[in-house]
Each structure stands twice: as structure tokens, then as C-alpha cells.
């Protein structure tokens, strides 16, 4: 039998689309790869079907994605045992707070930016979930996070929101780039087709602001400009969202102009990144990973005026940002693409110099 030198309990019942999912996906990939044999990894997740190996167990819980109770009860009563049975020597969070067991060593991955932004969500145009997220949840997931051993962020403006409206202690909060350098990043062409597709790859919720490309799209038509396409990654049906972007396509007759693709897999959209502009008009973000795909695509890129897009595309040429509010800002900035006022510059994609693999940072904090 192998006798493992650390037991680590990898804990995402959360992800199971999207961001959060792409960054479980990273993880486990990661663990996979590390050269480190002598740790024994069990993975806690709900849907993700991922594979069991010699040192990596994988438990799936897909009931805690039924309901709110459902995942309560998991808390409450079924951590508990798998905790007393496993006796992890140390915990790893990826869905933004720790557990309540707190004689463990515990390390928490924080990507939920709606308790740090300055953005406010309404009820009415948001929705419940977010509003509580936001308004109610943060609470919880502050408090939790006075009470683990280190934090992980992506960005230096969520350490200094954690630091300012969290009472959490710098030196507990690593600062970590997604390391996305073993992705099979395709580097983009500059070439005329390129400049008159927009590519949006965000799932369908008010605050991703898909609205204010939209009322962009309406002002090329008005003006005359038609030789182009926008592609979003949702469909007409995913939600009430999106069933609001689809009406409103069909209202002003952008639909010619605007692709309802749905979902992407990733190597599609990191070959999207090659053949088109990223449009990002986002309002809040923990990170924004398709800005850094597309800065290391070396990609035109239309972001939000946000701290977390300026803080990703810092230095970089090929970036230019509007204000998410201003829909007219950002068709100026689609003409002058459509007519090749605006090129692609060959520009630096090196990544930051502190990115760094979750699966490293965690380790090297560790044994240090």
C-alpha cells in the first residue's frame, strides 16, 4: 500500500459551468501533472466527471446541485464525515470560503468578486441570487475568511478590497496570475476578416453587459455598417437574460449581425481569440481570464474602463477601453476596427512575472 506523505482535500461543489468550472478543470489538470507523487488528493465536487488515479480520489456529489437545502445539508452533515474519515492534513477551497473546521490547515481560492465591487446589484435587474450574494452572502464568506490560514486571489485590486472591506491581514493574501502558459494559445493574424468578427465568450447575466454591445451594433447599422458579425457564447433560451438580449436583437433586426453560438470548448475559443476582436464590457470581475487568452493571443481588445482590466492589460498596445456605460464610446472604437483605422501592433505577451500554477502556489506556501 502507499504511504502518502500529506493528504490534501480539494473542495468545489460550486463549479459546475463557466469560470468556475475552467478553474476546477486547471486545477485538476494540474495536480495530475505535478511531479510530487507522495500526496494523496481528494477531490470533493459535484458534477465535474473527472477521472480517479493512484494518488488522486475524486468524490462527486451531483445532489448538492438540486437546491440551496440541498448544499446546506451537505455542510451541515455529510463535510463533517468526509472530513473525519479522510483527516486531510490541509484543505483547499476553490469556491470562496473556508469550512468550519478550523484545526485544519485551510487555504481558500477566492473568486467571487460581487462583495468587493464597488458595482451595486438590484433586485429587479439582477436577480435574487446575485442581490444576496452580494448584500447577504459576503458576510459569511468574510467571516470564514478571517479564519483560514492564507487566501488566493487573482489580483492585486481583490487583495486590497479584501484588505479595506474584509479586515483580512495582507500577508494572509497570496497574490496569484491564472497561469494559462500550457494552454494551446493561437497567436492572431492581422488580416481584414479578423477585424469584423467581435467575439464575447461570457454567460448570459446583467451585469456582463451584453446590452451595451448591442446598442453599439445598433449605431453601425444606423450609420451604414454592416460587414461585420458579433458571436456570444449563450443562447437565446440559457435564461432570463438572454432571452432579454434575444429579444432585443430581434426588436431592432440585429440578428443578421449577432450569433447565438452557446457554449464554447475552450480550445474553440482560444482559436477564436486568433480570427477575432475580444469585446469585454463586463462591470465586475474577479479576474476576466479572456482578457489575458486574448493579450496572450496578442488580440484587439475592447474592455470595460474597469480596475481589474486595467490592472490585467496594463502595458499592453492592443487594448483600449471604453466606458461600460457608453455604448457610443465603444461603437467609435468597432467603426474605426470595421474601416482599419485601428491595427494590430505586434506587442509583448509575456504573462506577469508573479503567475504562477495554483497547484505551485499552494504547494510552496505550504513547506515554506
Known amino acids: 500500500f502507499n504511504v502518502y506523505s500529506m493528504k490534501i482535500l480539494v473542495y468545489d461543489l460550486h463549479a459546475s459551468e463557466s469560470g468556475a468550472l475552467a478553474i476546477l478543470d486547471d486545477f485538476y489538470s494540474q495536480v495530475l501533472n505535478c511531479p510530487d507523487k507522495n500526496i494523496e488528493w481528494i ?3 459535484s458534477t465535474p466527471n473527472y477521472d480517479s488515479y493512484e494518488n488522486v480520489r475524486v468524490l462527486r456529489y451531483e445532489w448538492t446541485k438540486k437546491s440551496w ?13 468526509i472530513i473525519e474519515h479522510f483527516k486531510p492534513d490541509v484543505i483547499f477551497s476553490l469556491q470562496n470560503k473556508g469550512t468550519k473546521y478550523d484545526t485544519i490547515k485551510q487555504y481558500v481560492y477566492l473568486h467571487f468578486a460581487f462583495g468587493l465591487t464597488d458595482y451595486n446589484f438590484t ?11 452580494q448584500y447577504l452572502f459576503k458576510y459569511t464568506i468574510f467571516s470564514s475568511l478571517r479564519n483560514v490560514s492564507k487566501v488566493i486571489v487573482q489580483t492585486q485590486w481583490m487583495k486590497d478590497a479584501l484588505i479595506s472591506k474584509a479586515n483580512i491581514i495582507s500577508d494572509n493574501i497570496l497574490v496569484v496570475t491564472p497561469d494559462i502558459r500550457n494552454n494551446n494559445i493561437i497567436k492572431c493574424v492581422d488580416n481584414h476578416s479578423n477585424k469584423t468578427t467581435f467575439f464575447y465568450p461570457a454567460t448570459a447575466f446583467e451585469y456582463k453587459n451584453h446590452l451595451v454591445l448591442l446598442k453599439a451594433c445598433r449605431l453601425l447599422m444606423q450609420y451604414g455598417f454592416d460587414n461585420y458579425e458579433v458571436i456570444f457564447t449563450i443562447t437565446p433560451n440559457a435564461n432570463r437574460c438572454a432571452k432579454k438580449l434575444y429579444k432585443y436583437c430581434k426588436k431592432y433586426s440585429l440578428l443578421s449581425k449577432v450569433r447565438f453560438v452557446g457554449n464554447m470548448k475552450r480550445e474553440v475559443v482560444f482559436e477564436m481569440y486568433s480570427k477575432s476582436v475580444l469585446v469585454f464590457p463586463s462591470f465586475v470581475e474577479s479576474f476576466g481570464m479572456p482578457l489575458l487568452e486574448a493579450r496572450m493571443s496578442n488580440s484587439v481588445i ?34 474605426d476596427i470595421i474601416s482599419c483605422k485601428i491595427i494590430n501592433t505586434k506587442d509583448s505577451t509575456d504573462l506577469p512575472i508573479n503567475c504562477l500554477s495554483l497547484v505551485d502556489c499552494l504547494l510552496q506556501d505550504i513547506y515554506s
Request: charged share 25%; glycine share 2%; proline share 0%.
Open 123 to 133: 433586485l429587479r435587474t439582477d436577480g435574487l441570487k446575485l442581490w444576496i450574494y
Open 43 to 45: 477531490f470533493v465536487v
Open 302 to 335: 475592447l474592455a470595460s474602463d474597469q480596475n481589474f482590466s486595467r490592472e490585467i492589460l496594463k502595458d499592453y498596445n492592443n487594448a483600449y477601453f471604453f466606458d461600460a456605460s457608453n455604448a457610443a464610446i465603444l461603437y467609435e472604437y468597432m467603426k
Open 69 to 81: 437545502f440541498h448544499r446546506l445539508y451537505f455542510e451541515c452533515f455529510v463535510e463533517k464525515r
